[in-house]
């Protein structure tokens, strides 16, 4: 009997043991590890784990744990005192903690859970806190009176202290820290325009208003992770070793990386949210090596309040890349600021060597009511790229965007960076659809800005929008100013940079200052009309009223090929035509290429060109002309050489209103017999053309070859066979002096050589037309004949009329059109 009562009792500890070895994990997820002058106790209940003791000094409490992990369902509970301000716990032990259910402390006290080895927070896990939380894999902390609480406690029980934490003691490959979550932060936007919407009901880890929530460790996790501080301060830092310093800020704490030489990365997936909004200030500061958000991931502070929001800092050394969206595609990866009332958006301020924003990401200040959007500064000292657009959206580009919807001005953006490159559908743009005036964009490389689009984008015949740079108004605000400062500017096919207006509103001033310059897109400024859809979104007028604005260029060398455009443009009805300048050393434009400045009403734009030498070639044009009734503008050229060729032209023409002026300021004038200088009206008054010309011999100044890639044709003065071509040299006989020398330091108006209506030809001059070949045969030199007619012939040492085989009195009769 004995022995079975033994045997009995014997199996029920057999199973006794069996039910502890398997629930030990459950039971054994915090244990104490008796450190401490007075250690931590446990008390579990149901699903509580309470935990008392621990060391008090003044207003913080120690806890030491051999290890600490909280279950999932389950809740672990400081039981600390009112008075206390800080919990610091530590796992001296050798496991990872893992966190996936509740975290609970009394009063306002901050909790620090410091575990070198690493810490993980499941989808479950929770903050129910009064304080700031800190989670490090640090293996120190240290106080302001010198005092190292380490996380490898030594034999000696520690002096502990009541002085308040001043840093983070991060050892050699530190643990890393990993947030797992759902990614429900946030909600899909109900339009494009509208605010991004958070999702009150989403689970994550949480602080109270006005707290910090900061992970500082080794590599950085978080997939489909959130994390909410709201109005408070969300703090992330992944350290490989060195000193994180700690500084409290009213009732958030700071952290500062001076003292830290190598870092690691963090990467935030799935859906994954930093969320500082609220009512008033939030901040949001993300150090490491190289930064990523993924699938939809995103960084946002709403201000809902009348006080100003703080700043989103973000610190990469290496890189920081933010790229494409969620599977579904409704959530774009960004990094963005909001204000939804009368307080400012914070600003946005990243500092790397390299960052990359592809496949429809974006980095984003918004203003909506009446509080003045936040800025964007960016310092990537090596390159700057912006890739592409959302697969399965074309139209959602990547890009840098400050837009103003409300009263207030929209957020400026500054670029600092190596190199700039916006590749098929990238851009950076700052937008007024309100009332609120546009940001400034200011865009310094000291290598090279690129906007291009590829063939293969080009070519394949679906919708999409092309990379650009760009400063606009769609309704009443004022446009930004847009401002380039780059050694190497390409704005490559289809690609454009503008100041604009679709709307009442003016359109702000681009400033160009490169060394070169290769355009096939087009620069420029104008009034735009809205098609329907930008109409309908962003109510803007039918016809637009403000004005272009201006644009000013100071180059080197400024080379316009294949369509190329500079220009100034006014679609709408004000009579503010604005003004294009230009100063180069070398302008080329080749192959249909222009510089522009036209309108449909009122006064055309005026353009002014300063360079040394100016060509011309294959179809290309400078003009400033006017529609309907508008006045062409006026063109001032003042250059050493000016070559024009196949058909190139420069012209200030009208169509109803009167034609505009040109003055040409130059010591070499060339023109083939198919290229044109005129100043004409349709049917209105023509306008003149004058050539200052400050040598008497001026044509025969040499073209550089450098400079000039073709030999420039030069119109016939005399040509020696009959053919089908027919060419005209047009002069207006008024205020011409009476000796050839003196000409060349005066002025010589020259009308159009387009044909006008007979009811103006009183008004016209006397025309010269040659019906023979335009074989060309090079003239230098500008006399008068014995009609008082100016010719324009070849140089000899005693011309004469009685040459015949050189005479230009012979190829010409006086008519009128």
């Not at 002309?625 to 006045?631: E, I, K, L, T, V």
Request: with cysteine.
């Amino acid at each position: 009997m004995k022995v079975r009562t033994i045997s009995f009792w014997g199996f029920q500890g057999s199973i006794l043991s069996s039910l502890l070895l398997i629930l030990s994990p459950a039971i054994a997820q915090i244990t104490p590890d008796k450190t401490l002058p007075v250690n931590s106790q446990v008390i579990r209940q149901d699903n509580t784990n309470q935990i008392n003791g621990g060391t008090i000094k003044g207003n913080n409490l120690f806890h030491s744990f051999e290890q600490f992990s909280v279950l999932t369902g389950t809740r672990t509970y400081f039981n600390n005192s009112a008075n206390i301000q800080n919990i610091f716990t530590r796992i001296t032990g050798n496991s990872i903690s893992n966190i996936d259910g509740i975290l609970k402390a009394n009063g306002i006290a901050n909790l620090f859970l410091l575990n070198r080895n690493g810490i993980i927070f499941g989808k479950n896990a929770r903050l129910e806190i009064g304080g700031s939380f800190f989670a490090s894999t640090a293996n120190a902390i240290k106080f302001s009176d010198g005092f190292e609480w380490r996380m490898n406690p030594s034999q000696t029980t520690p002096l502990l202290t009541i002085s308040t934490p001043i840093g983070l003691q991060i050892g050699n490959n530190s643990g890393a820290i990993q947030i797992n979550g759902t990614g429900l932060g946030l909600i899909a936007q109900s339009t494009i325009i509208s605010p991004y919407r958070r999702n009150k009901d989403a689970t994550g880890l949480q602080v109270q208003p006005g707290k910090t929530l900061a992970l500082v460790g080794g590599e950085l996790t978080l997939e489909g992770g959130t994390l909410s501080a709201e109005q408070g301060r969300i703090e992330l830092g992944a350290v490989n070793s060195g000193f994180v310093s700690l500084s409290s800020i009213t009732q958030e704490w700071a952290l500062r990386y001076e003292e830290v030489s190598f870092f690691k990365d963090i990467n935030l997936s799935q859906k994954s949210l930093l969320d500082t909004s609220g009512s008033s200030s939030g901040s949001i500061a993300l150090q490491g090596k190289s930064i990523f958000l993924s699938s939809g991931s995103v960084l946002l502070d709403q201000n809902l309040g009348s006080f100003p929001s703080g700043n989103i800092n973000i610190n990469a050394i290496e890189s920081f890349q933010v790229s494409g969206s969620a599977p579904v595609g409704k959530f774009i990866s960004f990094v963005g600021s909001e204000s939804l009332g009368s307080g400012s958006g914070a600003s946005i301020d990243i500092l790397t060597q390299h960052l990359v924003i592809q496949a429809g990401a974006g980095i984003s200040t918004r203003t909506y009511s009446t509080g003045q959007g936040g800025n964007i500064n960016i310092n990537a000292t090596k390159s700057v790229q912006l890739l592409g657009f959302l697969p399965l959206d074309p139209l959602v580009t990547s890009g840098i965007i400050t837009t103003t919807f409300g009263t207030q001005k929209a957020g400026n953006i500054a670029v600092s960076t190596g190199k700039l490159l916006n590749q098929d559908g990238g851009l950076i743009a700052s937008l007024t659809t309100g009332i609120g005036d546009g940001g400034d964009i200011v865009l310094n490389a000291t290598d090279s800005i690129e906007l291009t689009n590829s063939p293969q984008l080009i070519n394949s015949g679906q919708y999409y929008v092309p990379s650009y740079l760009a400063s606009q108004t769609f309704n009443t605000g004022i446009s930004g100013n847009l401002t380039i400062n780059t050694s190497r500017l390409i704005v490559g096919d289809q690609a454009f940079a503008n100041t604009s207006t679709l709307g009442f509103g003016d359109a702000g001033t681009l400033t160009i200052n490169a060394s070169d310059m290769e355009i096939s897109g087009s620069i420029g400024a104008s009034t735009t009309k809205a098609d329907m859809a930008t109409q309908e979104l962003f109510g803007s007028p039918p016809m637009p009223s403000g004005s272009p604005g201006e644009v000013n260029i100071n180059a080197r060398y400024l080379s316009l090929t294949n369509g190329g455009q500079v220009n100034i443009t006014n679609e709408g009805t004000s009579t503010a035509g604005g003004k294009l300048t230009i100063h180069a050393d070398s302008i080329f434009l080749n192959n249909k290429s222009s510089i522009t400045a036209s309108t449909a009403s009122g006064v055309g734009g005026d353009i002014q060109v300063n360079v040394i030498d100016l060509l011309l070639n294959n179809k290309s044009y400078i003009t400033a002309s006017a529609d309907n009734q508008g006045d062409g503008g006026n063109i001032r050229i003042n250059a050493d050489i000016i070559s024009g060729s196949k058909n190139s032209s420069i012209a200030a023409d009208a169509f109803e209103g009167r034609g505009g002026n040109i003055t040409i300021n130059a010591q070499g004038l060339f023109f083939s017999a198919d290229s044109l200088i005129t100043a004409s009206s349709k049917y209105g008054i023509n306008g003149t053309v004058k050539y200052n010309i400050l040598e008497p011999n001026i044509y025969t100044t040499k073209i550089k070859a450098e400079v000039i890639p073709i030999t420039p044709q030069i119109t016939a003065v005399c040509p020696r066979q009959v053919g089908t071509g027919r060419s005209s040299f047009v002069v207006n006989s008024r205020n011409l002096q009476s000796k050839p020398n003196n000409l060349m330091y005066n002025n010589v108006e020259d009308s159009n050589s387009l044909p006008v209506p007979a009811f103006n030809n009183s008004q016209n001059p006397k025309l010269f037309f040659s019906n023979q070949p335009t074989q060309v045969i090079e003239a230098n030199v500008l006399i008068r004949d014995s009609q008082g007619n100016l010719v324009l012939t070849t140089d000899q040492a005693n011309p004469t009329w009685d040459n015949a085989s050189l005479s230009a009195s012979s190829c010409f009769s006086g008519s009128q059109w």
